[in-house]
């Protein structure tokens, strides 16, 4: 079920007001029905792989907490991780690695033959199968008990709003919570309907326009040379930030509605002023779950120079695998990786400087993001290379190069007017969200003013919603 879909605007509001209804002890049978069925809803038989994996790192974790030894502790991560990292395997990997070993094999002039699964990858398995991971490492390391009620945590592993998407909570902010009794808050409910309604805008409005003409040129991207390679490009740097933290915004709204509070997944990652950074302000819940279950198990920075850089180096590989299996998420990964080692060579222990020299590495950081987004967007790597070999042809005739690339695009005035609209509201909305909560802020204002920003906001979504919005959002085949 689709957040930007009419079955999810009829099974909001029903689980909404039977959840306030229902009496506390009842509510979380009601929520883990309506999120068993929230993924249903998308594809009957796959439940049984989040339910598989539900019970197996139920039982792992029971089985760290009675285990007499550490080794027993240790066999019970190992196998929670075997189980659960297998099935992300065979669905997820299996191909690609059989492709790789092939086309390795034929190198040496070994006629292996590939073997293909024909499955379909399920929605969100690579979220919640990093989910249970942690907390079953959490039990592990003793940051909290395991939890004995099964149906309790089953509804941890499925919270219907974060289920597919993220973000990938954590064992201690989210359980407590859904084991928690709520008061219906107008404000916090108020708060989340703007909220969602911001998400809304960032995917429907945004980036659902900017998809159409991404991909047009994608489609077919070796068709095409010069300035329109670059323009795509950009337009899909916004694109994929608004469809993911779009769906952000609206899982943590729609959480907030019933009274619980998810985590932060994105805080203006293109204001960022390195990529370290970026990574802090990009898909938070993904970034310090790599941090703390595999960047500082590997000696994080507190090793010699050389390994420290190689941690970053192997933590953004994994990170790149995790996105697709594909060697251009390796290499995009590598990129970040690579790039934040050379960062620490030269921003170890200095002082942050603001003012100019702040937005001249904002503009390099966005315009590195942006490169390395060529590779998470082209579907292999002949198509990226493609894309940098040909991005600049004809660039002698500046104007010539411009007028040709926006003609490609078929970018009238009208369109570019409707674009910059749209592109500075997420801008401004960016900015000022670095020092302050825009949300809370304008909930703060005169009602007068407050109900106008409400109505333009509204009448600028009507005018600027696209007659073909995409519908699906980009990281539900992560």
């Given at each position: ?36 069925y929230f993924y249903m809803s998308w594809n009957v038989k796959y439940v049984a792989l989040i339910l598989l994996t539900t019970v197996v ?8 907490e009675r285990s007499a030894t550490t080794r027993q502790k240790k066999g019970c991560v190992a196998a929670a991780a075997l189980i659960s ?251 970040h990786g690579a790039v934040q080692a050379v960062e620490a060579c030269f921003t170890s222990g200095r002082k942050e400087r603001k003012g ?123």
């Open positions: 079920m689709l957040f930007n879909s009419l079955a999810f605007a009829v099974f909001l509001p029903i689980v909404f007001a039977a959840y306030w209804l229902l009496p506390h002890r009842f509510r979380w049978i009601l929520l883990l029905c309506a999120s068993y790192s139920w039982l792992a974790a029971i089985g760290i990292l297998g099935v992300l395997f065979v669905f997820k990997y299996f191909n690609f690695a059989m492709d790789s070993l092939t086309a390795l094999a034929r190198l040496i002039a070994i006629p292996l033959q590939p073997v293909t699964l024909k499955l379909l990858l399920p929605v969100g398995i690579s979220f919640y199968t990093f989910q249970t991971l942690s907390y079953v490492v959490d039990v592990y390391r003793g940051d909290c008990p395991a939890e004995k009620h099964f149906g309790k945590y089953a509804l941890f592993v499925s919270f219907f709003p974060q289920l597919v998407a993220g973000p990938i909570e954590r064992t201690n902010n989210l359980l407590p919570q859904l084991k928690g009794e709520h008061t219906f808050c107008y404000d916090k409910a108020s708060y989340g309907l703007k909220l969602m309604a911001w998400g809304f805008f960032k995917k429907i409005i945004v980036a659902d326009t900017l998809a159409v003409y991404v991909n047009n040129i994608y489609g077919s991207v070796t068709a095409y040379s010069g300035f329109v390679l670059i323009a795509a490009s950009v337009f899909f740097a916004f694109q994929i930030y608004c469809d993911f933290s779009g769906y952000s915004d609206i899982a943590i709204g729609t959480a907030k509605l019933l009274g619980i509070d998810l985590m932060q997944n994105f805080k203006s990652p293109y204001f960022a002023a390195s990529v370290k950074e970026f990574w802090s302000r990009w898909h938070i819940s993904l970034s310090t779950w790599f941090r703390d279950y595999v960047y500082i198990p590997l000696g994080g920075n507190r090793c010699g120079k050389v390994r420290h850089k190689l941690n970053l180096l192997l933590t953004f590989l994994v990170s790149g695998l995790w996105h697709g299996a594909n060697w251009t998420f390796v290499i995009w990964g590598a990129l100019l020299g702040r937005w001249v590495r904002v503009l390099l950081v966005f315009a590195f993001t942006t490169a390395a987004w060529v590779f998470f967007r082209a579907e292999n790597l002949s198509q990226a290379i493609h894309v940098f070999t040909h991005a600049f042809a004809s660039i002698t005739s500046p104007v010539q190069y411009l007028i040709e690339g926006l003609t490609t695009l078929q970018l009238t005035k009208v369109t570019i007017l409707e674009l910059t609209l749209m592109l500075g509201a997420l801008l401004l909305f960016d900015f000022f969200s670095l020092k302050q909560d825009v949300i809370q802020r304008i909930s703060s204002m005169k009602p007068v003013l407050r109900w106008a920003i409400y109505v333009v906001f509204l009448l600028g979504m009507l005018y600027l919603l696209p007659t073909n919005p995409s519908g699906q959002f980009i990281y539900f085949q992560f």
